[in-house]
């Protein structure tokens, strides 16, 4: 018998996008006007116009293949748009596709949404009963998982409330616990869990695991948070712009997604920064991320090594500098510095090409997911040569720490984190 429990072959879903130009105001004679013409294409055929077509066609997902496993801990990953929604929505049999066929071999419990297939005026209670139904168990099922149902959830003062006073942290404690009490075969859990504290997200990547690995269901989770998607799945599909770009095991295909799209600042040509200041015969003119194995990256993840390649350009015939010291700075995007770089010093002679590059590496990036920016500080015998202290932004995506499942802990707190950077190989001449 095939442990195969979803195939999906030439999956499409399309969409129709209507446009409509909208006017800012429509006045009185606009109307009347409009009305004058109705009444004479209505008895002149040949004045009246073909309407435009403002329909266009949208392919929210083209093309999907792929096939799961018994037990498999599936993490579907892409960036906002790629159709990671869409595709759980149709393997949920909430919507049906274009084209393509699904096999699926089990029973299927969905939680997609913040309540989703919760009566807002039932109670909690009422609606284990309910959802429990529309997943399709018996009453004899229900009552047999009610107490660890409840249990889960820690929602027992609230238990005999209507569900619309509940909070959504309060909605998805609920609603999982239902989903995974009631013993389906496959699970499919979509960013929705963000929702709940950190405490709750660790009890449900627990349970996820238990559901997989001792019961031997499969689970189809979507996150944006790649801690979670590193502690809990085997496998990982990539989808990009509604297609399965790759498929492979967590890490690899974590850096993949890291180092597609665009990135949030373009830093093939720093020349382009105007919030600098120095002499400026030694000028930074070009920056990498780079990851552990020096590959360049669009963006860093939280608690993996970090490089910051430095490139240099010279205006000066003979570019023979002295006593330099180069520092790079991590700030809040207030403009706060957050972390601190040791600098690098060198006091003999050093002559500097066009082109030549010095690395900065951070062993552990200690920074929660979101939006930074980079100072860098270049100065050579005491005289300032070149200080960019804004307009080079950078994202971090959350990674996992501590290899626990968490994100970072840190965050920006108001103080200066200090880091041990290491200074690689520079590409640099003695004089």
């Known amino acids: 018998m095939s442990d195969t429990v979803i195939r999906v072959e030439n999956l499409g879903k399309k969409y129709i996008i209507g446009h409509q130009q909208q006017e800012r105001y429509t006045a009185l004679r606009d109307v009347l006007a409009n009305r004058a013409k109705g009444i004479t294409q209505l008895f002149n055929p040949k004045f009246s116009k073909k309407p435009s077509s403002n329909l266009e066609e949208f392919w929210a997902l083209k093309d999907v293949s792929f096939e799961v496993k018994r037990g498999d801990r599936i993490g579907i990953i892409g960036r906002n748009g790629a159709g990671k929604s ?3 929505k149709i393997l949920s ?43 399709g168990m018996s009453k004899v099922e229900i ?3 009610f107490d660890e149902i409840v249990a889960f959830a820690e929602v027992e003062k609230f238990l005999d409330t209507p569900v619309k006073r509940y909070s959504s942290g309060m909605y998805v404690r609920l609603a999982f616990a239902v989903a995974a009490h009631l013993e389906p075969e496959i699970l499919v859990v979509d960013e929705v869990l963000a929702v709940g504290d950190a405490a709750f997200q660790k009890k449900c990547l627990g349970k996820m695991e238990d559901v997989a690995e001792k019961d031997g269901r499969t689970v189809l989770f979507v996150s944006h948070n790649m801690a979670m998607i590193q502690n809990l799945c085997n496998y990982i599909i990539f989808l990009n712009r509604g297609q399965v770009q790759a498929k492979g095991e967590p890490n690899s295909m974590i850096q993949l997604y890291l180092n597609t799209g665009a990135t949030s600042q373009d830093w093939s040509d720093l020349h382009k920064i105007a919030q600098r200041r120095g002499e400026g015969g030694l000028r930074f003119s070009k920056l990498e991320l780079l990851d552990d194995q020096k590959n360049s990256i669009n963006a860093a993840l939280s608690g993996e090594p970090l490089g910051i390649r430095l490139f240099f350009s010279t205006s000066l015939a003979k570019p023979i500098f002295k006593n330099c010291r180069i520092g790079v700075a991590i700030a809040s995007v207030s403009g706060v510095n957050i972390v601190l770089s040791t600098e690098m010093t060198c006091q003999e002679e050093v002559h500097i090409r066009d082109c030549d590059f010095i690395d900065f590496c951070i062993k552990k990036l200690p920074l929660t997911d979101g939006n930074y920016s980079l100072s860098l500080f270049a100065e050579s015998n005491g005289i300032i040569q070149d200080w960019i202290t804004e307009g080079i932004q950078f994202s971090v995506e959350g990674g996992d720490f501590y290899g626990t499942g968490k994100p970072c802990p840190f965050g920006y707190q108001g103080k ?3 880091v041990d950077f290491s200074i690689a190989k520079n590409s640099y001449e003695y004089a």
């Open 86 to 88: 869409t595709l759980l």
């Open 93 to 135: 049999r909430i919507t049906e596709p274009t084209e393509g066929r699904i096999s699926i071999k089990g029973r299927v419990a969905s939680l997609l949404e913040v309540g989703t297939g919760f009566h807002p005026e039932l109670t909690g209670r009422e609606n284990i009963y309910l959802n429990g139904a529309i997943l």
């Open 143 to 145: 009552r047999r998982n």
């Open 416 to 418: 200066s984190v200090l």
